[in-house]
Structures are given as structure tokens and as C-alpha cells.
Nanobody, 123 residues
Framework: VQLQASGGGLVQAGASLRLSCAASGRTFSRYSMGWLRQAPGKGQEFVAAISSSGAGTYYADSVKGRFTISRDYAKNTVYLQMNSLKSEDTAVYYC?????????????????WGQGTQVTVSS
């Protein structure tokens, strides 16, 4: 599985961004996927996850109500819509595949990782 994340950038607080992650391989629909992030000087943090069916979505408390994860099976792509961005959302964002159909809510639950895309929110 190969993952290519894109969509990061520099925005002001309160703005929106949409991250995309294109996955290679025919097994995209079998696995849950997620977004995680790492801020400077901090460890990896779970952000959002979506089950293999798309029926289940999960969010970190810090982003609940502001971020939305979704997936497009025809495009083998998972998205993270980020609204009302805050300076504390500044981080490198990674998309990842869990390797199972059940959504994982910790970084350790992910088997394959993309290269990351930088999101910087200025206050």
C-alpha cells in the first residue's frame, strides 16, 4: 500500500483546508484509514479515522465538530476537511492505513503511513 497526502499549507486561524490522501492498490476498500499528526516537539497524535465501510467515523476530542473525515472508493482517496483551524492544529499530518476493517484510534493501530503534509495555522 502506498499513500500520497496533499493539501497542506499556511492559513490564518479560522480558515479551512482539505487534505487528501490517495492510496494505491486494490485493497483500499478493505481497510480503515485515518489521519494522525505530529506537532513540533510532540509525539504522534490521533486525529480522525474512518472504518472500511465508511459507516464509522471517529475523532479526537480536540478536533470534534471542526474536522470531518470521508472516503471516496472510486478514487481510492480519503479526505480530511478541516474547518475553524486553530494555531494548535499546526503539525505535519499523516494519512495511514490500519490493515484491518476496524478503525484505529491510536498511532500504534496503523500499519502503513504516507509521507505527511505540513499544515501551519497562524494566529
Amino acid at each position: 500500500v502506498q499513500l500520497q497526502a496533499s493539501g497542506g499549507g499556511l492559513v490564518q486561524a479560522g480558515a479551512s483546508l482539505r487534505l487528501s490522501c490517495a492510496a494505491s492498490g486494490r485493497t483500499f476498500s478493505r481497510y480503515s484509514m485515518g489521519w494522525l499528526r505530529q506537532a513540533p516537539g510532540k509525539g504522534q497524535e490521533f486525529v480522525a479515522a474512518i472504518s472500511s465501510s465508511g459507516a464509522g467515523t471517529y475523532y479526537a476530542d480536540s478536533v470534534k465538530g471542526r474536522f470531518t473525515i470521508s472516503r471516496d472508493y472510486a478514487k481510492n482517496t480519503v479526505y480530511l476537511q478541516m474547518n475553524s483551524l486553530k494555531s494548535e492544529d499546526t503539525a505535519v499530518y499523516y494519512c495511514a492505513v490500519s490493515g484491518t476493517g476496524v478503525a484505529a484510534t491510536t498511532p500504534g493501530g496503523y500499519k502503513y503511513w504516507g509521507q505527511g503534509t505540513q499544515v501551519t495555522v497562524s494566529s
